[in-house]
């Protein structure tokens, strides 16, 4: 698909970037004129890609985030959020519904919520070498807006 | 962010605000358990109505209150959580642990 539009960003994973990273990507995206809703599924679901940087990734140390939102054509857009940390051995394990590898207080849900937020989620990791989430939604054309 | 809370007899209503995120919720959390060992209600109601934004790490934070209420009998409940955060429980199924009440409390539920 042709892209029309992008925006990057690179971040450290220090847990108040949290919020600046999703009004961020949101801001960025304003441009397609989304809903309420569809402004606020891109937001938890970035929220929940770039926790997982921070709480996982980076467990021990503060590393690098990458951010690259791009305006496809037919109103996509997608979402790509990078880091170099420690990587997930089992991906389709990670991603099942309630799996977490903390414990303490995580609900194991991220990966949950992306999915079901965002219409793609792709999901790239190698151990020792980092994990690449990639998520795409189309954004509705609403008759009265821009089009 | 921030944590009040109002004790009325058994029930202790937490109303929180702010941004409930991985970053806000330890704080959040050490607040509420201050809260509930303090006072030992035998109904948590967390109030909702000033969070704009929540994801998993508020869900984790929501579970988290309902074992430490649940170790001691009591129960939760949530109200006034906006569109969004409602979203997120369902996907959760919070409704299970906690009633869940998109409009403010009952008054019989309080008095
Ligand atoms: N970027 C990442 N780097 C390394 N491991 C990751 C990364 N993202 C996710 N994981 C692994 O995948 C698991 C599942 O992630 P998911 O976001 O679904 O749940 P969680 O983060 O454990 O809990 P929650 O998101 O509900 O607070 C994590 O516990 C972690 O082991
Ligand atoms: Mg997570």
Redesign the interface.
């Known amino acids: 698909m042709k892209q029309l539009n992008k925006f990057t960003m690179t971040l450290l994973s220090r ?2 970037n ?2 600046f990273s ?1 009004v961020a990507v949101t801001a960025f995206i304003a441009q397609l004129d989304p809903t309420l ?1 569809e402004i ?1 599924d891109i ?2 679901a970035v ?2 890609a770039v ?1 997982n940087c ?2 996982h990734a980076y467990k021990n140390e503060i590393g690098k985030i990458y951010i690259s939102v791009r305006i496809l054509e037919c109103n996509v857009v997608e979402i790509k959020i990078r880091d170099k940390g420690c990587g997930i051995a089992d991906v389709e394990k990670a991603m099942t519904p309630l799996y977490s590898s903390e414990g ?4 194991g ?2 990966f ?2 992306m999915q ?2 965002m219409d793609s989620l792709r999901v790239s990791s190698r151990e020792g070498k980092g994990t690449t989430v990639t998520m795409k939604k189309r954004i509705s054309v609403r008759l009265n807006g821009n089009a | 962010m921030s944590v009040k809370t109002e004790v009325n007899g058994d029930v202790m209503i937490a109303y929180l605000s702010g941004e409930l995120d991985h970053h806000s919720a330890k704080q959040i959390r050490e607040e509420i358990d201050a809260a509930i060992e303090a006072n030992m209600p035998t109904l948590l109601v967390l109030d909702f109505k000033d969070i704009t934004f929540m994801d998993s790490s508020g869900i984790g934070l929501v579970m988290g209150r309902y074992k430490v209420l649940s170790q001691n009998g009591a129960e939760l409940s949530i109200t006034n959580p906006s569109p969004q955060i409602y979203k997120v429980m369902q996907l959760a199924g919070l409704g299970r642990l906690a009633k869940i009440e998109k409009g403010g409390l009952k008054n019989e539920t309080v008095k």
Do not use: D, P, Q
């Open positions: 847990s108040s949290e919020s999703r809703e606020n937001k938890t929220s929940e926790t921070i709480v303490g207080e995580r609900a849900l991220g949950t919520v079901s937020f």
